[in-house]
């Protein structure tokens, strides 16, 4: 199977979308962050405060999803119509006393090629920045499971996914 | 606990670091993506070409490791002295028949501040950049375990964490 | 009243233009430099060199323009059809001994969303640039009444404002 | 007066700090923007939400303070060691019926060059996102009065402006 | 003759192509660089191993190519539906011994002004980022010849160069 | 020979230059650009209205400096003390009508590692420049002989070319 993203000579490239059609695309992508009964509480805490942790993390999400043709070499830049992080925190721990942090992206465009490596950028970033203003509490987070959930648009027509 | 990155009017902020003390610091991030046997073949088989896939996400990883402080709000902007995204492609198959390709981000600096942020964005713009390329043959990947694997200067010493 | 940038749940977010019409769209700001005797003289003296203030200004403020986007965290990035950034340097002192350097800023684009936010970024680092070169000078400058002096295109017709 | 930012055939460069003596340095900046009452009850309605316009805007300040030596052409590329927005919304009306909210920006650097501009660009980028979160609501806000507060640090010792 | 990037009053800007029709553009640039024969045995040896120059050149390039309008003060941000790096190794050495390494970029969009300086800088960079690599080999390398070999569609039509 | 931004394994990394002593660096790089008659007449002509070509093109050049390790992978990001862009304009017609407008770059940096690369990305920005400004005039311009002209502090100590 051919990668697309190489020419016939092995060299990298953006690919040529020019012969492709205009057409209303969606993308959602999926992650979260494990992190520690401290962490759950500063988190938490802080929501009623002024400044928050997951405003401060949507802001950098969503700058994230526009800068993503700046950040995967072969991404095309495109002009994106709608662009969200949205957040679900669950208040019961995991088994193992962990909390978990799951993040949401939506983008949405009319052009010629897809946007869920803008939807899966954009969340990498909102839960960087979640990991970022907890890390001073707890130094054993992890990010997991990001995923494209759901695409609309384009050729290869709706995709679902479910991990 | 308090969250070092709001005031005590909760004002979202940079941490002052200028009382810290400049030391050698070094941070180590990890992650994997999960990818079917199609788009593992598209990859071995393209490391032998002029172009590889590995080397663009290599490139892409560097860069976002640069690009650190402009995509996460609260970070501090800290001149590197060192940086680098290393591979394990392991050549088995898991249980479900899908591969994984695990991505590792190595950073230093001479600095007040430490540079885990920046190693764990490495690792993410990497494994984005691997998706990016293989997305046309595969629809199903998933980026897992992102987290800080060992650490070294500054206040907290040593630290090293095992998934 | 409700906010736009925020969806029901508080999240902010880029507003969705999805379905919004294209239209010309055209956005004018103004805003203005206060700077004592020896600033202007400096800056008015400068302008019959190979090098100049305002060129500089003018330069950084149409990148600024295009840099919008990635400044302000929930505005669309938009293909821009024209910038341009003019002044108008009075040579008459204001009563207290200060002189004033206006700004203007004109932006256009044929799109989903207006550029008024651009246009305003324009002028704002066009007048930080004059303040960077002269503050060597005068310590005591100062930057007012940034504003959108006119809007056309889009649902909200054509606005005038007055300061 | 010389022009430090010119060479003596008019070419515009950086100044060479390079003999410069490494100090501790701080600025602070101040701006304001005046809102109408609609927008004002919008922006304090909405900071009891998960996510608040001042809380974006603080995000956008922070970053556009290290952003700036990419957008005013001839600022030096400083590693910043402290960076901070706050606020003041007073909830008295003017005498024309507006509000008033002004805005703060404090950042701190042991360097060879001072970070007023750091300052200065932090409040105008925090300003334009309130306009943008706002301007749906009220078409003929202003942005007033950004200026040098105080700054301390380097050759020119402790400076303090009153408007 | 008129300069088209500045005004009437010598203000430069951004010229405006809101009139101007959307047609399929399409343009190449080419560009060299000389270096000797450790540098050209040390870049022909690595490109059988996993990570080469010349993938990291041609990142470099496409990354280059989308980052054209930032960096070029007066062109248009523009929505490109293909970028390619191409890369021309001669084996023999020119009569001083040194080695010629030719790079060509392609770019097209579907806009309203053309795509020769993406094309351009595109050349430039990837040709500054094998400098980067051969440095510590080469001392004497020298980048030759960035020209625009050929565009197409908008009103002046097909163009082609030769050097 | 080695490929120093390569590991043992054919990794693409920065180089690790955390051993190394901070010493000032200086780098100055050289580059032209040939244009026909008309494009002189208007360049030169245009020198003595407020809005000028070289100097648009020495505040792209000058940014270009600090924007070098965005653009080039495996730089350090470096905080550069001093940054310059100086032109040489021949009034002579060269042999086969075209004049060549020369462009030099002088960088400096205290640290760890060199800033030939931010030279020479300077150089090149800034004739990209002039080649933009002046492409509707002539549409045969070429940029030649980019290469570095002098180097000093570090282990390799006084450098320096002749083209």
């Known amino acids: 199977m ?6 016939s000579s092995g060299n990298a490239r953006m690919v040529d979308v020019s012969e492709k059609n205009i057409t209303h695309r969606v993308a959602i992508a999926c992650g979260k962050i494990l992190i520690d009964k401290l962490a759950f509480d500063a988190l938490t805490h802080n929501t009623v405060k002024k400044g928050d942790v997951l405003t401060v993390a949507t802001t950098a ?3 994230g999803i526009k800068k993503n043709s700046e950040l995967i070499p072969m991404c095309h830049n495109i002009s994106i ?21 799951a993040c949401m ?12 490596m803008e939807a899966l950028t954009g969340v990498s970033i909102a ?4 990991y970022d203003m907890l890390k001073a509490i707890d130094k054993k987070m992890i990010i997991k499971d990001i995923y494209l959930k759901e695409k609309d648009g384009g050729k290869s027509g709706h995709i679902e996914n479910i991990v």
């Open 2 to 7: 051919e990668l697309t993203h190489f020419d």
């Open 81 to 101: 119509t709608h662009a969200s992080i949205t957040w679900d925190v669950n208040d019961c721990a995991l088994p193992d006393g962990r909390y978990e942090i």
């Open 127 to 130: 839960l960087l920045t979640v």
């Open 61 to 63: 999400g969503v700058m």
């Open 105 to 116: 992206s939506k983008v949405e465009c009319d052009g010629k090629t897809g946007v869920e």
